[in-house]
T-cell receptor, first 110, second 114 residues
């Protein structure tokens, strides 16, 4: 299966702290993507990292990819209450479809 | 951003009735997807489409059919709804020329089968 598994399932932090979420997968990939879902809404694409990249930044987001360990991490720095959401990773291979895991639920307390 | 409209936004139906959900996009994107989201299961892919009249099954396609007769519309049909199909259904399109990249999701349809 190409599905990613996010860890932890739930994370609660104070505003201003950093949040780190991890993703593990089992098959070879072309890229890995992270998405955010606010309660009651559709998923929003955050960032894509290709298999030949090790690290990528977008604003307060930092994504790393270790293809030898088949793992990725998403770091949100200086978190805000508005970052409260569920976060999903989606490893992407050659199957033509994205399979999502159950996500990490992040709560940022003001 | 791609413009995706899902209709209806909410629907309550009875077991055994047919139900069709519609996904409409305004940007002529080639790749479209239907997912369902349930507590404890995350998002699961039902069917997807690579273009007009080009569709394929996802992880949980049993009990569902799809049609894509126009680029802009991707229809999901539950031929005979069951209570296990109570879920939130999301349509998505790929904003990239690669089908695996940068999905953009609609706002979802909450379906309740009683």
């Amino acid at each position: 299966s190409q599905q990613g598994e996010e860890d932890p399932q739930a994370l609660s932090i104070q505003e201003g702290e950093n949040a780190t979420m991890n993703c593990s997968y089992k098959t070879s990939i072309n890229n890995l993507q992270w998405y955010r879902q606010n309660s009651g809404r559709g998923l929003v694409h955050l960032i894509l990292i290709r298999s030949n990249e090790r690290e990528k930044h977008s604003g307060r987001l930092r994504v790393t990819l270790d293809t030898s360990k088949k793992s990725s991490s998403l770091l949100i720095t200086a978190s805000r209450a508005a970052d409260t959401a569920s976060y999903f990773c989606a490893p992407s291979g050659n199957t033509g479809k994205l399979i999502f895991g159950q996500g990490t639920t992040l709560q940022v307390k003001p | 951003d791609a413009g995706i409209t899902q209709s209806p936004r909410h629907k309550v139906t009875e077991t055994g009735t047919p139900v069709t959900l519609r996904c409409h996009q305004t940007e002529n994107h080639r790749y479209m997807y239907w997912y369902r989201q349930d507590p404890g299961h995350g998002l699961r892919l039902i069917h997807y489409s690579y273009g007009v009249k080009d569709t394929d099954k996802g992880e949980v396609s049993d009990g569902y059919s799809v049609s894509r007769s126009k680029t802009e519309d991707f229809l999901l049909t539950l031929e005979s709804a069951t209570s296990s199909q109570t879920s939130v259904y999301f349509c998505a399109i790929s904003e990239s020329t690669d089908p695996n990249e940068k999905l953009f999701f609609g706002s979802g349809t909450q379906l309740s089968v009683l």
